[in-house]
């Protein structure tokens, strides 16, 4: 009898030793688990949350300091050095690409500075020359007049072609009359072309001006050469605080990418280019294109101060 009673006092030792060696496990294991969710799970949402920017081409700082495990904490800090480094390279780029603009300009206009005083000085003097024999010819009754004619009439139209060319190069128009007028003397060549300006035109900062006749040369150029448009239009439209230019065409559109740096990938550097001389000035390009039914692009870029002050 007492060895039964002994027998279950064990068993009954044993089974609460058990309960309280699963109740340990259960506790170890709920402690185990929240130690994971607060130190591990909600930290990682944390960092993928602030790191989710990175997949639509943003560039998210990890300023924020995430609690948790130190591994956690060390790979915030590294992904914002990262950050911080590729911010500093773009902003590098971008600053060595405004460079490249400005001495792009710069070689233009040499350029058309040297067409303008060396080749068509020479090529005046050419056509005075040969009219000058054409004349020596007729009087003379000499057969080769209509020659020395058809010769001059020749060289009259390539100064003619180059002036345009120099036109292009270096818009001196600008500096002479004016984005408005500039860009109507641009438009004019083109016939598919027509050009309105709406608002009170004012005096814009050069580098605007320039950059919007660029961005016009490069937009007409575009619906020119891609888009099959029947009508292109272009229009300056100045408002209280902005100046924008917008192009439209009715031609056959295209797909606009996420990032116009993939058109850059493949070799087409035009809109991006654009884009970036607008933003160096404060401004921005918008794009709305659709297949089969035209594109328009507008650039705006904000008035200055002085300009503001001078309204
Ligand atoms: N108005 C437009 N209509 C239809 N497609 C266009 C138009 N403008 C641009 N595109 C498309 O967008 C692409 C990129 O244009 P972008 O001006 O950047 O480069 P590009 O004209 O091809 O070359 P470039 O570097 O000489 O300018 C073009 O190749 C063309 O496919
Ligand atoms: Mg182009």
Redesign the pocket.
């Known amino acids: 009898m007492n060895e039964a009673i002994n027998h279950a006092g064990h068993l009954l030792h044993f089974d609460s030793a058990l309960h309280w060696c699963f109740l340990i496990a259960l506790f170890g294991f709920v402690v185990g688990g929240a130690w994971v969710v607060v130190r591990i799970l909600i930290p990682l949402r944390h960092l993928a949350r602030q790191a989710s920017g990175i997949m639509q081409g943003e560039l998210p700082r990890f300023d924020r300091r995430i609690s948790g495990i130190g591994e956690i904490e060390q790979m915030r800090r590294s992904l914002n050095h990262m950050m911080g480094q590729v911010q500093a390279a773009q902003a590098r780029e971008l600053t060595y690409r405004n460079a490249l603009t400005e001495s792009q300009e710069n070689e233009r206009r040499r350029v058309a500075r040297d067409i303008h005083d060396d080749t068509i000085q020479s090529l005046v003097l050419v056509s005075h020359h040969l009219e000058l024999a054409a004349r020596a010819a007729k009087a003379a009754n000499q057969p080769g007049a209509d020659h020395l004619d058809n010769a001059r009439t020749q060289v009259v139209q390539t100064i003619e072609g180059l002036r345009q060319i120099i036109g292009d190069l270096r818009p001196s128009m600008l500096e002479e009359l004016g984005l408005a007028d500039a860009l109507e003397a641009l438009c004019d060549r083109h016939p598919k072309l027509c050009f309105a300006v709406q608002g009170a035109v004012c005096d814009i900062a050069p580098a605007q001006e320039l950059a919007l006749f660029r961005a016009a040369q ?2 007409i ?3 020119e ?3 099959q ?1 029947r009508q292109i239009s272009a229009r300056l439209i100045y408002t209280d605080s902005a100046v924008s230019l917008e192009v439209c ?1 009715d ?4 797909a606009i990418p996420h990032h ?1 740096q993939e ?2 990938v493949r ?7 654009i884009r970036e001389r607008i933003q160096h000035l404060g401004g921005q390009l918008q794009l709305f ?1 659709t297949p089969a039914a ?2 328009r ?1 507008m650039v705006t870029v904000p008035l200055s101060q002085k300009a503001l002050a001078a309204a």
Do not use: K, P, V, W
Request: negative net charge.
């Open positions: 490069e937009a150029y575009n619906a050469h891609h888009a448009a065409d031609g056959i559109g295209f116009l058109f850059a070799g087409h550097y035009g809109l991006l280019g294109s035209g594109t692009l």
